[in-house]
Structures are given as structure tokens and as C-alpha cells.
């Protein structure tokens, strides 16, 4: 099972990302996370990995403009989106979008729509779970039923669309879950589940979540 390990704030934490083969390593330039990171540190940071493709920038832009000022100050082409809409997300040509999707305990029809119009317009989606109208940094699990029926809906509308669960991602839960997630996800999205506190990544617990991953 591939993974992404996002909340990256220290150069040593990416070395071991790296070493751990991550696919994807997250820099948050969001001020409401606990593990926001301004862009110029971002930029410092992205230029110590050693595959700069696999960095993600995490943003929560209000408007493409925006949007793309962060891309160009930071040199990261792989953005997170917490923000925007399918039309704005349009206009973002060359750009390789994850676009994050609040997922409630139940999807209804205004959920659904969603669901498609991203799905039509992005190379990523990344479901989360929601708490007040905010996705991302929540640490609460998805139910797999419900994250099942986001992910069918994302399929309807794009069968080429890939596909990262994301919320109270660790290592036990792959232990337990891990091959029902990989039969729906294509990555899973782990931050404060290989963490000491915010920021703060543990060497021993992202050996013990990548051990489970690569059983699966």
C-alpha cells in the first residue's frame, strides 16, 4: 500500500520519509494547522529532499490567484486543496491537484454532487473526515462503508481518478483494515498517527505504519 506522510516541519523527518519510501511527503502552508509552515520555510524545506516530485503543498487558498502565487514562491506542483471550487481548480493547468473532501457520516445528494465535480476536474481526491465544515487535521476515522460510497462516486465520474483516504490514519489501523483500504484507496494519508506531538515525527512509529503497509 503506497502512503503519503504529511505534516513534515523538520529536515530529519524527510530524510526519513525518504528512506521509508513515502510517495508523497505534505508541507502544510495552512494557518489554522498546528503544523503550519510558512512558504519560505517550505521552500527550504522542499529544497533538502532529494526527489522534489513527491512534495505536496497543503493550502487553503480564497482564490486562484493565490493559489498559484504559493505554487510559484514554493516550487512544489503538487498542491492539496482545502479550498476552491471545481471551476477555480479548472484554471490550474500543469498542476497536479489533491483536492480534499470533507466526508460526513452520511453522503447526500449535495455531497454527492461534489464528489463528481472534483472528480471531474482533478488528478487526486482526498477524503478526510469533516467537522464543522472543515476537513483535514481532525484525526477522526471515516467509516470504511461510507468512505466506500464516496470512492464509487468518484469512480462514476472519473475511473481514472486516484484515490487517498485520509483521518485517524496509523498503524494499527492498517494492521486491522488495511486490506479492506486498499481494495477502495489507491494511498493512505497518515499525520498525527506517526507523531510525538505536532510536527513532531517519531522515527519509530513511521517504521512500524510502513511495515504494515508493505504487508498488505
Not at 469533516?130 to 464516496?150: D, H, Y
Not at 492498517?174 to 522515527?203: A, M
Request: aromatic share 6%; with cysteine; hydrophobic share 35%.
Amino acid at each position: 500500500m503506497e502512503f503519503k506522510i504529511c505534516g513534515i516541519t523538520r529536515p530529519e523527518d524527510i530524510r526519513v520519509c525518504e528512506n521509508e519510501g513515502s510517495a508523497f511527503v505534505g508541507f502544510i502552508n495552512i494557518k489554522r494547522s498546528k503544523r503550519f509552515q510558512d512558504i519560505e520555510k517550505v521552500r527550504e524545506l522542499v529544497d533538502s529532499m532529494k526527489d522534489k516530485e513527491k512534495a505536496v503543498l497543503v493550502l487553503e487558498p480564497e482564490s486562484v490567484e493565490e493559489a498559484m502565487e504559493s505554487i510559484e514562491k514554493s516550487g512544489v506542483k503538487n498542491i492539496q486543496l482545502h479550498s476552491l471550487q471545481a471551476e477555480d481548480i479548472d484554471k490550474l493547468k500543469e498542476i497536479n491537484v489533491i483536492k480534499a473532501i470533507g466526508i460526513p457520516e452520511k453522503i447526500d445528494g449535495s455531497k454527492k454532487e461534489e464528489i463528481e465535480s472534483f472528480a471531474k476536474v482533478c488528478k487526486y481526491l482526498i477524503f478526510d473526515s469533516m467537522i464543522q465544515g472543515k476537513s483535514g487535521g481532525t484525526g477522526k476515522q471515516i467509516p470504511l462503508e461510507v468512505a466506500a460510497e464516496a470512492t464509487r462516486i468518484a469512480k462514476e465520474s472519473n475511473k481514472d481518478i486516484k484515490l487517498f483516504l485520509a483521518g485517524g490514519i496509523n498503524a494499527s489501523r492498517i494492521k486491522n483494515e488495511g486490506n479492506l483500504i486498499k481494495d477502495i484507496f489507491d494511498y493512505v494519508d497518515v499525520n498525527s498517527g506517526v507523531e510525538d506531538s505536532p510536527g513532531i515525527k517519531n522515527r519509530d512509529k513511521i517504521a512500524e505504519f510502513v511495515e504494515n503497509c508493505k504487508v498488505i
